[in-house]
C-alpha cells in the first residue's frame, strides 16, 4: 500500500546521520520502509534483509523507491521445489502400489 500524498516521505534516522559523511565506506541499515531521497545520491547502502546485509548503491534512477525494492528478505530455493516434487511423485507410486 502506498503513503498517503499529504504525508511527508518516510526516512529513518540512521539515513540523516550520514548524509554529510562523504566517506565511501557502505551505511548500514535496517530500514527497509525508508525512501531514497536525493542526500543519498552516490552512497552505497548495506540494508538487512533478515539473514544478511545486501549491498546497494543508490544512483538517479533509484530515488524515491524503498530501500526495501531492492533486498528480497524471502528466497525461495530450488531444493524447497525438488522437495515439492518428490512428495508428488511419491504419492503416485503409494497409490499404484495397493
Same mark, same amino acid.
Given at each position: 500500500?502506498? *503513503?498517503?500524498? /499529504?504525508?511527508?516521505?518516510?526516512?529513518?534516522?540512521?539515513?540523516?546521520?550520514? /548524509?554529510?559523511?562523504?566517506?565511501? *565506506?557502505?551505511? &548500514?541499515? /535496517?530500514? *527497509?520502509?525508508?525512501?531514497? =531521497?536525493?542526500?543519498? =545520491? &552516490? #552512497?552505497?547502502? #548495506?540494508?538487512?534483509? %533478515?539473514? +544478511?546485509?545486501?549491498?546497494?548503491?543508490? #544512483? !538517479?534512477? =533509484?530515488? %524515491?523507491?524503498?530501500?526495501?525494492?531492492?533486498?528480497?528478505? !524471502?528466497?525461495?530455493? *530450488?531444493?524447497?521445489?525438488?522437495?515439492?516434487?518428490?512428495?508428488?511423485?511419491?504419492? #503416485? +507410486?503409494?497409490?499404484?502400489?495397493?
Amino acid at each position: 500500500m502506498n *503513503r498517503s500524498s /499529504w504525508k511527508l516521505p518516510h526516512v529513518n534516522a540512521s539515513f540523516f546521520r550520514f /548524509w554529510k559523511r562523504s566517506s565511501d *565506506r557502505p551505511i &548500514n541499515t /535496517w530500514s *527497509r520502509g525508508s525512501l531514497f =531521497l536525493y542526500p543519498s =545520491l &552516490n #552512497k552505497t547502502f #548495506k540494508i538487512y534483509n %533478515g539473514r +544478511k546485509f545486501v549491498s546497494v548503491q543508490v #544512483k !538517479k534512477p =533509484l530515488l %524515491g523507491y524503498y530501500s526495501g525494492d531492492f533486498c528480497m528478505s !524471502k528466497f525461495l530455493g *530450488r531444493k524447497i521445489h525438488l522437495r515439492k516434487k518428490k512428495e508428488k511423485s511419491d504419492f #503416485k +507410486k503409494i497409490i499404484w502400489v495397493i
